[in-house]
């Protein structure tokens, strides 16, 4: 019965946690960092260890895959060692190990998912195979203060942009997403098109503090009236486009026009359409709050933007700490620990996915599935 912990550990912290709680280790290896976190209840982070791969990948432009899941190699066991040894525990406290199975690079997952199948093998410690989008959306429990449910997610990363209504745990109804690049996708290409280095999300949102954002109209896809879906390929093409002919002209020293403007102006451009489309979504279901999560969701512009519109509508909204936007481990132990209350095991047979889009949740589990919305 693991509802009750098997050992104790630091007498100093409270007796709460000595008898009635639940500690998870959570695991992430789905795309370039190699990250473990130690949680308790799904809420109290007793560590979180990441180790980034952006000096690996930083010469190539862009995340290797290859290349990154040799690195999770060499980095899962001192990642996973010092998040035990910073929580001040011993593999023998843990309740439940939560690894990521997807979506993501299967060579990446598969690094992950094995040493995790392992550790919970040798000490007999169960598994629960994990989401990384749920991660990304219950990332804000590990705040002080969580919103209540129901509220609307919006997801921003490298892979994956996505409006969900969010009902509970484990109940997530997919509202919109993009239909191509990922907004993180098209700060990256922008950034590597306009000469920035990888990662391109920090390196653009720096390069655009000098800039000014209404200098170039670049397009704002909304797509139908009703759409909440998102497209970011025309933007990077445009952005693109418009960077040749500024180099050109450069060259001619014909320039108003500095990098920080286009950097700028590209970063209003999606962050006007995120926010429009967050926004809509929740004034469609009325849930009275919105989350933001994903490393996107770093970038103080569109924080600061979809702070000003909740605001304007009397909402409110609710953002991880950048440590918890990004990947971690610390998320992945809390979507863990909600699947291990409602009994979600996995066995030795668990497999990666590549793609795993959120409703297979709904499918696994029909009787805790999401209430269909009629909007
Ligand atoms: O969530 P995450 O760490 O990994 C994925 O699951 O993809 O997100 C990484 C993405 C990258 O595309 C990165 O450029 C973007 O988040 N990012 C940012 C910022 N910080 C990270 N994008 C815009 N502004 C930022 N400050
Ligand atoms: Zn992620």
Known sequence: MFFIRRSTFDVGRSMFFLLLSMIILGIDTSCDDTSAGVVVDGRSVLSSVVHSQVEVHHPHGGVVPELASREHIRNIVPVVEASLSRAGIQLKDLDGIAVTVGPGLVGALLVGLYYAKGLAYVSNIPLTAVNHLEGHI??????????????????????????????????????????????????DKVAKISGLGYPGGVAIEKTAANGFGERIPFPRAYMDKDSLDFSFSGLKTAVALYMKKWRYNRERHQQEVTLADIAASFQESVVDVLVHKVMTARKRTGAPSVVMAG??????????????????????????????????????????????????????????????????????????GPEPLNL
């Open 138 to 187: 219950l990332s804000i429990f590990l705040e002080e203060d969580p919103p209540p449910f129901p509220f609307i997610a919006l997801t921003v990363s490298g892979g994956h942009t996505s409006i969900y209504h969010v009902q509970g745990y484990g109940r997530y109804v997919l509202m919109g997403q993009t239909l191509d690049d990922a907004a993180g996708e098209a700060f």
């Open 295 to 368: 490393g996107v969701a770093c970038n103080k512009r569109l924080r600061e933007r979809l702070s000003s519109a909740a605001g304007d509508e009397g909402v409110q909204v609710y953002f991880p700490s950048p440590a918890y936007c990004t990947d971690n481990g610390a998320m992945i132990a809390v979507a863990g620990y909600h699947r291990l209350l409602q009994g979600k095991t996995a066995d030795m047979s668990a497999d990666v996915r590549s793609r795993y889009p959120i409703d297979c949740l709904r499918s696994e589990d029909r009787a805790l």
